[in-house]
Structure formats: C-alpha cells, structure tokens
C-alpha cells in the first residue's frame, strides 16, 4: 500500500503546512506523539532549507507499510543552487554556529534513514524515513 | 581589553591613504590584511598607511606587513607607514623591516 | 521503549510520592532521574512524554487544556534535545582533538628536545614554557666536542599554536642537515633564510639569535636575525648591556646579509638571551617595560643560572595571573672561569 501527497514550499507559511500534512500521516499510521513531533521538526527543518536556499520545491510524503517497514517517507526536492559540499553541511556545529538551528544533522538525528543527492546549480534532493516501531 | 582595529580608506588618485586606529594583534591582523592586501595588487598605486592612532602591534601585524610588501613588488605598487608611535617603531627597528619597508622618519606629530 | 516503560513506573512513583507527601526527598530522586537519564541520552521531550503519561495514569479525567499544553512543551523541547545531543557529539570529537594536539605536542617535544652541554667554563640556564600547547619559541644548544665551542641558538616564529610549530620543526631540521663545519653565526641565518623564504608563507617569518662562544680565545661571536636583543651582564659593576645586533628576520626577502658581531666574554658575567614573550608581558593594558624585566633578572642573577631563570620566569607567571598570552623562553651563560 503506497499514497503520495505533496506539499510545494514557495513562502515560509507553506512550512506551516508540510508540517501539518507530515503529522497528519504520521499520526495515520500509528507514531507516537514524541515521534510525530520529531517528524514535524525535521519537516520544518527540510522545508526550511527550501525555503531560504533554493526559493521553491516540495516536500512529499509517502505512507510504506510493507512486509519489512512500515513508516512515513519524506522526499525534499528542490531545482536550487545544490550543496557544493555535503560533508561540510552534515557537520555538527555548522549550521547551529550560524544560529540556523539544527540544520541537516538535525534531520538525520530526528529520522531513522537519511540521504542527500546534490547537485551544484541543479538541486538537491533529500531522502529521509521513520520507522514505527 | 580593546581588540578592535579601525580601516579608514581614502583614495586621492593613485594615492591610497589607509588610516588604522586601534590594535594590531592576532586578533585584527586578519583584517587588515584583508583590506591591505588587494590594494597592493593595483599596479601603479602609491598607499600610505597611517598609523599615528596605532598604540599596540605585535609579531603578527609585521606579518602583515611583510606580506604586503612581498606584493607590492610582484604588482608593481609602493607602501610606506607614516606616524609610527614609538612602541611600533620599536618593533620595524628591532626586526630590522625599516630596512626594507619605506618608514616615515619624522616623529609622530611632525608631518 | 522498554526501558522507558521501566523509568516510567518509576517516574510516576516518583511524582506520586512528590504529590502527596510535597517532600525535598522525591526532589531529590528527580534530580538524579534526571542524571540517570542524560548519561542514557534520553532527550528532554522523552521525559516530558513520560510525565504525560504518568499523570494520565494518576489523574484519569486530566482536563484537556492541561494535556495539550503538555503536547505543547513536548513540541518545544524537541530542538532543545537535538541541540543536547549535537553538544554531545562535538564534546567527544573535541576530547579527540584534544588528545590528537597532546600527541603531537609530544612529538615537537621529542624534536625539539636540546640537551644543556658541559662547556668547560660556562654555566647554563634555560627556561621555554608555551603560552598553548605548542610552542613556537625554540632554543638549541650545540657543542663541539674537537674545539669545545658552544653554538646556541635562540628562535621565535610569528604567532603561536600549530602553525607556528610546525615552522620551528623545519627550522630545526635545516640547522642539523647544515654541514659541521657550517658553524659561523652570520652564514648560519644567512642559509636558513633562504629554506624560510622558500618554504613558508609570505606573511610568516622567524627571529632568530645565534651565537658561538669559543673557550679557547674566550670569544662571543653572534649575528641577529631580527631577533629581540639580549643582554650582557657586567657583574663587577652589576649593570646590564644591550646587544646590539642589527640583522633582518628571516623569511622577509631573498637575499638578507648578517653582520657578524664579537666581545671577549669576562669572568663572572652574562649573557642574556630571550624571546619576546618575556618582553611582551602584559599586566593589564600595560606593558612590562625593558627596564622593569632588568630589574626582575638583576633580583635573581647571583643564583645558580637554572635557578636564575626558573624564578624569572616564575616571576612573570605570578605577575601575569599564571596565563603567558605568549610562548616565553629565557637562557642565561655565565662564564665562571
């Protein structure tokens, strides 16, 4: 069983609203409210990045409830100015330094799965799951 | 503590008066040479560093300085340092840098 | 969440005993509740979820505002814990530093590492402390054994830390790859300038005093590389000279020449070598002069020269609160024949 919804970030009240829909699976398919929160932060932090970086893109949503998993998938994309060096952005400290808040190892801390594909003046797309345990 | 260093540029033709106030150290040295560097890379350029308002400079300033220097030879520009306070004057004499750096021999005040 | 489910009993047991009995004694249990769970990593909205619950379960009909208020300090915990546990990440990688620059800091020791020689006639003092880790003063003595001469050689890179370090090493290593006949003061900064102005960057540079002290005619000779001057101590008439030495530092052009200086050295008198640090000192906005620094070695000269120095700089520690904001090094020789 798969469903796909979408968010489009393109003004900071649209952060607003990914978190809303976030929780909305979350809470569908069984989490916690400790997990449900968390999922809701890393939402806001993904599509805050969006938001500042890259202007627009879209944060989906992806209930996956098979034999293995069953959790909520977020997908981040955005046809922004990528990430030239991914290491340095998953580094502890670099974006907290800036008072940015907790930023991409925020996200990772928060989800069970984390991954990025950048590409420098082509876009970034973040994977990330959680779990139900 | 102050650690604060002052930059005031102002540009009279070719002539690049830069005007310090304040402290150089490994704390401000950064600075300057980030303002003092790419003006020694215009070719033909004639700055003037002031440093009547400079009352401490270690090691790390003289860095500076050397470096500035060392450029102004690749590109083609001059430097000098005028109204040195006796503590800074102390440190080019020791090191012997007011043999290579033109130093403003008159004494602080008298220009 | 099996332990959680565990804390959580006792946790409500906990706020329970609290509720009824009001006593600084459930406080106490909170507090190292509290303990137990950061050395477990339990985040902060964890222990606000278990106090949720735990109320719940001893107040069935919780008014509704009270529990989604709770929900509401759930939410905002949440970048509190990622920022505790982000904290705790770069405190470890910290104590890894740490531990990577106390290695290394070892290893300079080892390199650096000069021994006091047995010259017939001299007595030597020295003292290097580094104001961090890592010192970019150096000091190092030679002694030929075939003429009984001494070369001493006193250096402070530009700035402090690693980087500073790291040229002191390479200037050591040139001066040992140096021929041993290569002894002559002025030769000797005139070929470690080259190796500086071409191996380091252009911003950087090295003071350098060195000098060569022959038993035999009883001869000091020496030439400075922009280094600090030193002093001679006359000890029949207990004044001090300076040294004067002109010489450019190294490292600030290609082709640098060094005036090569010589004095016949007394019995009994000094000479005093040292590093900026000791005259950089600073009490508060104030700066230690020259003279003052005379004063402190003038106290101290008639001891041993280890002890000389060692009270010197135990003088200037006192002095600066016990903080140098600069690698400090002093050398006294004394002739006692």
Redesign the interface.
């Known amino acids: 069983m798969e469903s796909k919804s979408c968010v489009h970030i393109r003004q900071e009240w649209d952060i607003v609203g990914a978190r809303q829909l976030g929780r909305e699976r979350a809470k569908e398919i069984g989490f916690?409210?400790?997990d449900q929160?968390?999922i809701?932060?890393a939402i806001s932090e993904l599509a805050r990045n969006i938001y500042l970086y890259a202007g627009t893109g879209k944060i989906c949503f992806t209930i996956i409830d098979d034999l293995e998993h069953k959790g909520l998938q977020i997908i981040a994309k955005d046809d922004g100015p990528g990430i030239r060096d991914i290491s340095q952005v998953m580094e502890?400290?670099y974006s907290?330094s800036g008072g940015l808040?907790?930023g991409l190892?925020?996200v990772k801390?928060?989800m069970d799965y984390f991954d990025v594909i950048s590409e420098v003046n082509k876009g970034t797309e973040i994977r990330t799951a959680k779990w139900v345990? | 503590m102050n650690i604060n260093l002052n930059v005031e540029l102002v540009e009279q033709g070719t002539t690049l008066h830069l005007v310090l106030s304040g402290e150089i150290d490994a704390y401000t040295a950064p600075k300057l040479k980030e303002e003092l560097l790419p003006l020694t890379k215009r070719a033909g350029a004639s700055i003037i560093v002031d440093l009547e308002n400079v009352n401490y400079m270690d090691s790390t300033g003289l860095g500076v300085f050397i470096s500035a220097l060392k450029s102004t030879k690749e590109h083609g520009s001059e430097l000098k340092l005028v109204q040195l306070q006796d503590r800074v004057r102390r440190l080019f004499e020791i090191t012997s840098l007011d043999s290579i750096i033109s130093i403003d021999s008159t004494v602080r005040g008298g220009n | 969440m099996e332990t959680i489910r565990l804390d959580l009993e006792n946790y409500r047991n906990l706020l329970k005993e609290y509720l009824v009995t009001k006593d600084e004694t459930a406080l106490y249990r909170a507090e190292q509740f509290s303990k137990l769970s950061m050395q477990h990593n339990v985040s902060p909205e964890e222990i606000v979820h278990v106090h949720i619950e735990a109320l719940k379960e001893l107040y069935p009909d919780l008014p509704e505002a009270v529990d989604d208020s709770l929900n509401f300090l759930l939410e905002a915990m949440i970048s509190y814990g990622l920022a505790y546990q982000e904290f705790t990440t770069l405190r470890q990688k910290q104590s890894e530093l740490k531990s990577e620059i106390s290695v290394a800091a070892r290893m300079q020791e080892t390199l650096l590492s000069t021994v006091k020689p047995d010259i017939r006639g001299l007595e030597i003092g020295a003292i290097s402390v580094a104001a961090n880790q890592m010192s970019g003063d150096y000091y190092h003595f030679v002694a030929d054994k075939d003429d009984d001469t001494l070369g001493i050689a006193i250096a402070d890179v530009i700035g402090k830390g690693i980087p500073a370090a790291l040229a002191m090493s390479m200037i050591k290593y040139s001066m040992d790859s140096f021929p041993e006949s290569q002894r002559n003061p002025s030769a000797i900064l005139e070929n470690l300038n080259r190796v500086v102005e071409r191996n380091v960057d252009p911003s950087m540079f090295i003071t350098m005093f060195y000098g060569l002290y022959n038993p035999n005619n009883e001869t000091f000779s020496y030439a400075s590389a922009g280094h600090e001057p030193g002093f001679y101590y006359h000890s029949r008439k207990n004044e001090f000279e300076e040294i004067e030495a002109r010489g450019l530092v190294l490292g600030a052009t290609e082709q640098a020449k060094y005036k090569q200086y010589e004095r016949k050295i007394k019995k009994d008198d000094c000479i005093i070598l040292l590093t900026d640090g000791v005259t950089e000192c600073r009490l508060g906005d104030r700066f230690i002069e020259r003279d003052e620094i005379l004063e402190v070695i003038q106290t101290y000269i008639d001891l041993p020269a280890q002890e000389a120095v060692e009270q010197v700089y135990k003088h200037f520690e006192r002095l600066q609160d016990f903080h140098f904001r600069d690698d400090f090094t002093l050398i006294i020789i004394r002739k006692n024949v």
């Open positions: 916690g409210t400790v929160a968390r809701a932060t502890d400290g907290t808040g907790a190892p925020g801390r928060l345990r």
